[in-house]
């Protein structure tokens, strides 16, 4: 008889631990597609379809976006938002986002802070997708700069 009553508490035990982890990852997963919808809408009413040049309001507009994308990338790479989400939901914007505005914006930041990590948890997280989407393309794919030292290697070949 008690070895009965131990069994249904192990196995309560159990069934509880489970619901726990099950709600905690869905409520991330939650969490995660909420701040993501934020950032697609805001990206769209702020920045999408705008005109950069001489347009001061554009490029605040821009700063104040990407310093709430860099702050979402460094949540998806420290695990506060589920990454698998991300990727399957955000992945091309981010990848979009990083290379549009590499010149425009992340690198002219980088020259102007004196920071080369400026944006960094952006570029990783792009770079971590570009990576995965080859992969899973059954293509390899290079870092921008190895593209770039690639590329030099065929020009001074030639």
Partial sequence: ?????????????MLTTATFIWDKLLSRKQRTLETL?????????????????????YYRNCVNYFGKLES?????????????TVKSSGSR???????????YLIDQRRKQFKDDEYYISIER??????RSRGAANG??????S??????DNIQTEE
């Fill in 37 to 57: 919808n934020k950032l697609k809408d805001s990206y769209h009413r702020e920045i999408a379809g705008r005109n950069r040049k001489d347009n001061s309001d």
């Fill in 72 to 84: 979402f990338c460094s949540g998806v790479l420290s695990g506060y938002y589920s990454y698998r």
């Fill in 146 to 151: 190895e593209k770039t030292n690639s590329t």
């Fill in 1 to 13: 008889m008690e070895l009965i009553g131990t069994g249904i508490a192990a196995l309560s035990l």
């Fill in 125 to 130: 997280l792009a770079e971590k997708f570009r």
């Fill in 93 to 103: 914007l981010i990848i979009r986002l990083y290379d549009d505005f590499k010149v």
């Fill in 139 to 144: 293509q390899e794919t290079n870092s921008p």
